[in-house]
């Protein structure tokens, strides 16, 4: 008989036993660290330093853009190579609220950021005035790649546009963004974009203290994304939203509109990577054209297929296995970590087609077929 709790974890859709296993590991690392950071001395080896308290929580807010890849390409069978458009039009739009809230302790004294002193401006622009309000900040980082994945969704699906096609355009569309948030005159800081950050909702951005809430919230934003996969998998939508993947003529031909699930679908991935992004900017203390550019994009196709497509952990180990080894190569291979990300890549494709999530299964088969099956050869005698 099924118990309280088991129907509970069946209605949250938390049935695997490595879901609540990551559930609770991520929440250990979440008051762990920043107790660390707080009560042990700086010399101590079990200390956790606000560096990397910041160089973690970006990790994790990758690990969250990671997560809204999968959900189109590896659970819809929709490949988007401008994900990090979405990401950094979250990030942008929470980066304005940064902004403005230097006011006159920015290089040039004025009220208003640098880089429109610099280029000239007597006045803020209208459509920056809102962004002193947190809130609004927030919601704009949600809702405009929202709005931007609908309105380019709709136009592709009803056009029936997928596959590599779908793939192209996304690319298309994320390099088009780029080139226009490089002008100085679109207002948003060109190329040098948004950065020397000093206060968030009223605290500095700088202290331990502001470092640490950053963490904890980074680490609250991917329990609630990959609480929602999980969820929603288990749900009717989740089901239909897997058979598109699969045969998308047969979910259409038995009366379902796909066009309406991938637009969707579309649209929830892209406020998932806008909120990632509201998390990255303070964390990194800035926000520029380069994080929509579309090598950028790739970048997460490739964590998300290092980790394992269509799986839920897998999104989160790829994007914080391939930053780590991004970050060590830069250091001890300056000249050559490109070429060491890119053979990593290229054998996983080879050697691990479900990424280190399948790693364990494609060791027991390959260890089974090296074996052989002594029952299969009892009765074939």
Known sequence: MDTIPTRLRGWLGLNDTSDLGFIAL???????FPLSNVILE???????????????????CYAVLAISLNMLWGYTGLLCL??????????????????LMIGELGSYGSKLPDFMVFLGYE????????????????????????????????LAFRS???????AILTQAL????????????????GNNGFTDFKFIFGADIRTE???????????????????????????????????????ENRVRFSGYSTTHFKAFIFVISAMIAGLAGVLYVPQAGIINPSEMWPAKGLDIVVWVAVGGRGTKLGPVIGAIVVNLLK?????????????????????????????????????????????GNPESNIASS
Request: proline share 4%; glycine share 8%; charged share 10%.
């Open 327 to 371: 970050s060590w190569t830069t250091r001890a291979y300056p000249e050559s970590w490109l070429i060491i990300l890119g053979m990593v890549f290229v054998l996983v494709v080879l050697f691990m087609p479900n990424g280190i999530v399948g790693l364990w299964a494609q060791a027991k088969a390959w260890a089974k077929k090296r074996s």
């Open 26 to 32: 991520l929440l250990g690392v979440m008051i762990a």
């Open 42 to 60: 700086p010399d101590s080896t079990l200390h956790v330093s606000s560096f990397t308290l910041g160089v973690l929580g970006k990790y994790l």
């Open 160 to 166: 029936r546009i997928k596959g590599v096609y779908f």
């Open 209 to 247: 203290a502001t470092s640490r809430w950053l963490f904890v919230a980074s680490c609250l934003l991917l329990l609630a994304v990959y609480w929602l996969v999980a969820w929603m998998l288990e749900t009717k939508f989740g089901k239909i939203q897997q058979a598109i993947r699969d045969s």
């Open 82 to 99: 401008g994900q990090c458009l979405f990401f950094a039009l979250g990030g942008y739009a929470f980066g304005m609220y940064l902004m």
């Open 174 to 189: 994320t390099y088009a963004a780029a080139l226009l948030f490089f002008r100085n005159d679109f207002t948003f800081g």
């Open 123 to 154: 006045k803020l622009p209208v459509h920056w005035k809102p962004f002193y309000s947190p809130t609004f900040a927030i919601t704009a980082a949600i809702l405009v790649p929202g709005l931007v994945a609908l309105i380019f969704g709709v």
